[in-house]
């Protein structure tokens, strides 16, 4: 462990760094079991609290994962790097592709919920989306798997005046998905709005995505939009902060 000149720091801090090194080392590879509370107890000299500390500690992070009456193990998951501008290209979705396999890299990526419905538009997404009052869009809720692993959650608005009776209004939207539909409908995509932030999850949010203690959620609103600046989609994103990694690929 790397000597930081700091012994003011906790206890359950310094060995959290020490496992913290060691998994980042190698030492503790992907599913092996960490030093439980009463080996740390042991080989440190502190009391039950501080071993549950420090353990408690990288779980929060999301580095480990405890496994009821088994132990504390390392993740074995590999964060999912999503390609915020490659996967939004015409190349992408206009060639049948799911913009989702820019990022799974052929991993196991799948919609394991969803529900199709028309309703009245939120005022949010009414102002963003132009509409009138009380006018309906068609609401697409998801929720995406990887290896197993809930990652994130998506719901999509869009205009049913403009989708009414197409694919977009039943489950599968069919290749290319959402976009290439809108392209056939006239309202091809052709400019994209990202805004992206952070907080803590809701209990729904930690249940649905079984997020682990302490980690916090990426928000991702994405707005397309046709020609003459129509705005003509909102989607709204959760992600399990500690399943994905965010990558914006560009030329100056």
């Not at 992070?61 to 405890?66: F, K, S």
């Not at 069919?174 to 309202?187: D, F, I, Q, S, V």
Request: proline share 5%.
């Amino acid at each position: 462990m790397a000597n930081t000149g700091d012994d003011r720091r906790p206890k359950y801090q310094r060995i959290a760094d020490s496992l913290r090194e060691a998994i980042q080392s190698g030492e503790y590879g992907p599913g092996d079991r960490l030093p439980g509370e009463n080996e740390l107890m042991a080989a440190h000299g502190v009391a039950r609290m501080t071993a549950r500390q420090a353990l408690s500690v990288l779980r929060d992070e999301g580095a480990v994962e405890a496994r009821k009456g088994a132990g504390v193990f390392v993740r074995d998951f590999r964060p999912l790097r999503r390609r915020g501008i490659q996967r939004l290209s015409q190349k992408q979705w206009g060639s049948g592709r799911s913009i989702w396999s820019a990022d799974t890299e052929n991993r196991a990526l799948e919609v394991d919920q969803i529900t199709v419905c028309e309703e009245v538009a939120p005022d949010h997404v009414s102002a963003v989306l132009d509409l009138g009052d009380d006018e309906r869009v068609c609401v697409r809720r998801r929720r995406f798997v990887l290896d197993g692993k809930p990652v994130l959650l998506a719901t999509s608005y869009l205009p049913m005046s403009l989708v009414a009776g197409s694919a977009i209004t039943q489950e599968d939207t069919g290749p290319g998905g959402t976009y290439a539909r809108l392209a056939e409908l006239g309202y091809k995509p052709v400019h994209f709005r990202e805004e992206v932030r952070s907080r803590m999850p809701s209990k729904d949010e930690v249940s649905r995505l079984s997020m682990s203690s302490g980690t916090p959620a990426m928000l991702i609103c994405r707005t397309a939009f046709a020609d003459e600046g129509r705005p003509v989609e909102i989607n709204e994103m959760t992600l399990d902060a500690a399943a994905y990694i965010l990558e914006y690929d560009f030329d100056a």
